[in-house]
DNA sequence: GCGATCCCCAGTTCGATACG
DNA sequence: CGTATCGAACTGGGGATCGC
């Protein structure tokens, strides 16, 4: 990142600095090029973030929502389904998205294609699939397979890498998501039981959600860590993360490891990681989400900063 | 060149076992 | 009993490598 954020780089490198010596001794920051290349992830991390939180409110054209289009976007489709009242499709809309996710290379094509049914049929909308899920099967079992073979190429984004396209797991997957759903009637409906079960409060929401999410097959902490923080950001739903979910993770407990102890490998107690990240945030107030990506790509290149692409 | 094979991954699932 | 914890088994697809 040259030049450009020099000073709120220059003010989270500081902000590290201060933590070390009067909060808690972050030995993996601890060189100048660490602790640099770490401020430089996480300026990296919250413009992500404030990318995706200004698709709530930035001027989309139509078309952005329409799968027949060349400039179908599903996360802008899911801001605009929003501005419209439609909780229901924006979360589908977020959950697709999440699922099939951006690849560097072929984009969304693999969620337009999905969504818009190659233009067989109508689109596969909210209102459409939960009302007729035999429909969807059979649509999976019968066209998707022949479909999706005419060489074009639609890869899974890279935190979806071992996804399957083929109907079963796709049925599997779909209609999980689709059940979990259905028992409440509405996503609202949804929405409106969490509150009920733990407040309005949207660290115990998104902690709620996370747990209730285990009824989505193939989605787990990452998947559904990517699902949450994407309906937050959007607006989509009034959660945020009130952790890392270091205890499930992988990366970002790798990254937290050497940030906090200068050793990926330690055996710390993520908890007890958890609380350092809960103080470092209340000076740094970037957010759960900005710390555990930061982290995660982070203690990749520890001692220089490389742009997370994927 | 080109297909076959291998390896990797910020993963997931399943079943066994240990608890209260 | 339920349910928490743990590790082994298994995953799909892309890209690198291998053998021809």
Known sequence: MPGLHRDKIDQIRDTLANFSANVFPLAGVAGDAERQACAEQLVSSMRRVDYVKDLATKALHPNRADPASEIFDPLMAAALATRQGNYDEAWWLSFLATHFGKHINDGWRLTKDFYGAFGTRAAWSWATISNNVADLHSWLDQQWPDLLNDGVSRRFSNHRKYESKSPAQMKAVLGSYIDFISTFGSHQALVQDIHRAVGQ??????????????????????????????????????????????????????????????????????????????????????????????????????????????
Request: aromatic residues 10%; contains cysteine; charged residues 25%.
């Open 201 to 310: 409060h949207p660290h115990a929401g998104f902690d709620e959600l996370y747990k209730r999410m285990r009824a989505v097959k193939r989605f787990g902490r990452l998947g559904t860590f990517d699902f949450l923080t994407m309906l937050g950001k959007l607006g989509i739903a009034p959660i945020e993360p009130g952790s890392a979910y270091l205890a499930d993770a992988t990366g970002p407990l790798r990254g937290t490891k050497l940030f906090v102890h200068g050793d990926p490998e330690a055996d710390a107690d993520p908890t007890e990681l958890e609380e350092i990240l809960d103080q470092l945030d209340a000076q740094l107030q970037v957010g759960k989400q900005v710390l555990e990506d930061a982290l995660c790509n982070w203690q990749k290149t520890p001692d220089r900063f490389v742009l997370f692409r994927g």
